[in-house]
């Protein structure tokens, strides 16, 4: 081959490398969502309702604010005339911590809950008079905690004791919201029984699946109230809670890794499951607080007479210039609370950060290189 | 703090753009030996909610209206609406009248009231209903055509507007809780961190006999601009929660996660095991029905420790604490700190039986007839008028032409006794059967109103995922007329009606059974038609 045409060769490959590299280790999300759902009615499944409800405090306590967290429960649990302990819903028999709370926003409950209405919800083909609480509305920056728990089994989970819901159907569905451009990426989450096969046909990149058993295998309760009369939480997510309740707050630094190497098996009782052939980055750089928390990374420098805001860098960090007086403080600032207009949101949100523009225009050049390549090849060849 | 408060509504006074006042008041009314009524009720008065000429409601200048309810009242062009959310039952016997003449409380579950334009096809009922459920995270979507109803016998609305008329919906099994208490304290200007909201406890609100959570929006047309009769000047928002208490109870929780079981008052064993009378407390103590009254410190009851008074509230005083003798008035301020001493009571047990009573019960005769009862018994010497209105799912068919009365268990002929029938009949999956009747209800007497209806079967993705339990029934509305002013409003309790089920295999026994059948037929007929059996040769050596 002649030198030039092999230099031109090098020179488009360099430029389809350089325009396709794209930064792996940092996460490229600027808001969070979560979708948690208990799939199961009646008393007896008061268990479901406790590990939904532990799963959403953990995720208000890190920053996701009511807003943004689709709360989904098939049944009330709270105020059932069964319940010794009303507006109570306790996830430990020594009931220190109510996990009802005060302030708590459930966004579907009771009937509403139906294989229906969780496909729309994810999809976004929500009926017109749908409201705004109701709605799941993600774009393509948005990283989403999908939690279900309930009865399942091989490739289904039960919704109400009437109908269920398929692997096949949970895939489509998340292909669709791949297609509508709804998540960057998103971590779900199964807590039932042979919950592995749950995530078994889910073919869309950026995914990463848990599951708490294996096919052939149930998921089990882990204690039960004396008092209230049933099992109060499920292993696999009273592991997981003790997790995040004790090692995680809002500015930890622990990654998934670390959370699925404190899986136990012998503790949990069954083999939980982690489906990561989708998921492109490296579990060991992904922060927990990038799915359970609404956490953005922020550096303040000091800096002489000046005080604004700038753009952010590719790494997508916000760099907060103030006069060299000021203390630091360290942000987030985004606090589960009253969300009318939470401020912190429209620091968040895409219009400020967006995205990095080498990014918006990677399509672009990747064609121009592919329609280059071929002339240069031609003009080698002369 | 209370200074800028004031300062602020003293700036939005005096420019004139919109006036709005605030006030709030809790009472606590002993009503027998161990109930208490405690009463929040906040009020917002405001000028031009319903002001066209303000018609960016982005920038209305609100301080303390709360903007979620202005903005559903100017899109949706609501004159007058109210919601309710109720559970529990209101024992008339033991408690006396109804609060506020059942005014600002609804029957079991959900109730909405709205007057608002007519519209053929509902457009911003559907729309008002939507974003009600989205506000108090409630299931108010459900209510489609099949729930609606415009009551046709004549409702006075506080101001009548020319094409407007009440919407009415009801969704009896809604349940109440936590999730719907919270945006109710989240629409006060105050919300729960100073002043009698901030005395509001979930565990204590719904561990209630009788609870209701109420938004009304009243307009009036008083005041300085007359420029027309049906012009509305002023709006008020109320918001009332509403709750009786069992204090004893109480008093045996007084953490709310730690449950005591009751003492045993009643029976004494001696050491042979024996019931003794003698050494023991006396039997009859526990089954009476007159007990000592209970007494607790305030804010013991309440379970929250005490806050300020909000700041922007203009009334003088905060608490009525009405006293044992159900006479006695105590007027305070939160801020001023008395309150720490001061006793609720219960009072002596005292039965109300002269009261009218309103009862509802399902008389069934089995999977096909069945029938509805409405009883309404006036033990006081006066004649009255009621109004009862009432409604059967679509699959529940009733037929007026069954529709009996019973005066005094006699039966008599319906034109004796109805003055007037509104009857919407069922129509299958479009809309429930409503019934309103108004009648005379002399004195001493009691009218009883009974129809027939027949259950009819329903395709099976109608029924809900608990088809075993049951469908429920609203309650009955039952307004009580003293010569066409408004004496009382009872609603009788929720009724829960059993359609025969069917069995929900059967999809999947029919797939089987027929891809089974299917299968084996066109298997043997191929293979009888495509298989030929050829001999094997053998080569001979």
Known sequence: MHLRSLRSIVSTVLLFALFFTKCTAESTHTNNWAVLISTSRFWFNYRHIANVLGIYRSVKRLGIPDDQIILMLADDIACNPRNMFPASVFGNADRALD????????????????????????????????PVSKRLLTNENSNILIYMTGHGGDEFIKFQDAEDLSAHDIADALEQMHQHKRFNEILFIADTCQANSLYKHIYTPNILAVGSSEVGTSSLSHHADTD?????????????????????????????????????????????????????????QVLITDFFGNVRDIELNAYE??????????????????????????????????????????????????????????????????????VLLLRSKR | MKFFAALLLC???????????????????????????????FTIDVNDLHDSSTDDFFDPGYTIVPLQIARLIKENQVAEMHLRFTRGRWDVELWGEIPKQGLSS????????????????????YQLTNQLSGIFCASLDTIDSTNTYQPRLPLQAKVSQPNHAFYFAALPQESVCTENLTPFLKLLPCKTKSGIASLINQHLLFDTNWHSLSLDILPSNEGERTDGANVI??????????????????????????????????????????????????????????RSPFAVHFYDFFGMPPKPSCPLSTNEHDVLVVGADKQSEAWYRLSDGRLQDDVVFTTLQQRHPDLVRADYALTNYGNHWSGISLMLTNPQPKNYTATAMSQLPWFAHSYLHTLQVRVNDTLLPKEDVLCQIAYRPF??????????????????????????????????????????????????????????????????????????????????????????????TFGSIFNLLVRRFVPLTHDKT
């Not at chain 2, 006036?19 to 008041?25: A, M």
């Not at chain 2, 609804?106 to 009922?125: A, I, K, Q």
């Not at chain 2, 429930?432 to 109103?449: D, G, H, M, R, Y």
Request: charged share 25%.
């Open chain 1, 99 to 130: 996990l009802y709370g005060d302030d708590i926003q459930v966004d579907y409950r009771g009937y509403e809950v139906t294989v229906e209405s969780f496909i729309r919800l994810l999809t976004g083909r929500v009926p017109e008079n749908t």
């Open chain 1, 305 to 374: 007479n000046v005080s604004f805001l700038q753009e952010s860098s590719p790494e997508n960090k916000l760099t907060v210039f103030s006069p060299a007086n000021d203390t630091g403080i360290v942000y987030p600032r985004a606090t589960s609370s009253n969300t009318q207009n939470d401020t912190a949101e429209l620091l968040t949100s895409s219009s400020i950060l967006g995205d990095s523009k080498i990014h918006k225009f990677s399509p672009f050049l990747a064609l121009l290189t592919v329609f280059l390549f071929p």
């Open chain 2, 233 to 290: 000047t002023s709006t008020q928002i109320v918001i009332t929660i509403q709750a009786v208490h069992d204090v004893e109870r109480r008093l045996r929780r007084p953490d709310k996660s730690v449950f005591y079981p009751p003492e045993e008052e009643c029976e004494h064993y001696d050491d042979n095991g024996d019931r003794d009378g003698e050494h023991g407390k006396d039997p009859l103590t526990c089954l009476k029905a007159i």
């Open chain 1, 228 to 284: 209230i009369g049933v099992a109060v939480i499920d292993r696999f997510t009273f592991y997981n809670l003790e997790f995040l309740e004790t090692r995680v707050d809002i500015k930890s630094r622990l990654t998934l890794k670390d959370l699925f190497d404190s899986y136990d098996v012998n503790l949990i009782k069954s083999q939980p499951g982690v489906r990561t052939d989708l998921f492109h980055r490296d579990l060991s």
């Open chain 2, 427 to 520: 129509k299958d999956r479009v809309h429930n059967s409503f019934l309103e009747l108004q009648f005379l209800l002399p004195a001493f007497t009691s009218v009883k109103i009974i129809t027939d209806f027949e259950k009819s079967p329903i395709k099976l993705h109608e029924y809900p995922p608990d088809a075993n339990r049951g469908f429920d029934i609203p309650p009955a509305i039952i307004s009580i007329y003293d010569n066409t002013t408004l004496h009382s409003t009872l609603r009788t309790t929720s009724l829960l009606l059993s359609l025969p089920t069917p069995d929900f295999s059967m999809p999947y026994n029919v797939i089987i059974l027929t891809s089974t059948v299917m299968a084996l």
């Open chain 2, 11 to 41: 700036v939005r006074v005096c420019w004139g753009f919109v006036r709005e006042n605030y006030g709030e008041l809790l009472t606590v009314k002993p009503l027998t030996s161990k109930h208490v009524l405690s009463t929040f009720e």
């Open chain 2, 106 to 125: 609804g029957g079991t579950g959900l109730e909405l009231w709205s007057y608002m334009p007519v519209e053929r096809d509902n457009l911003h009922w």
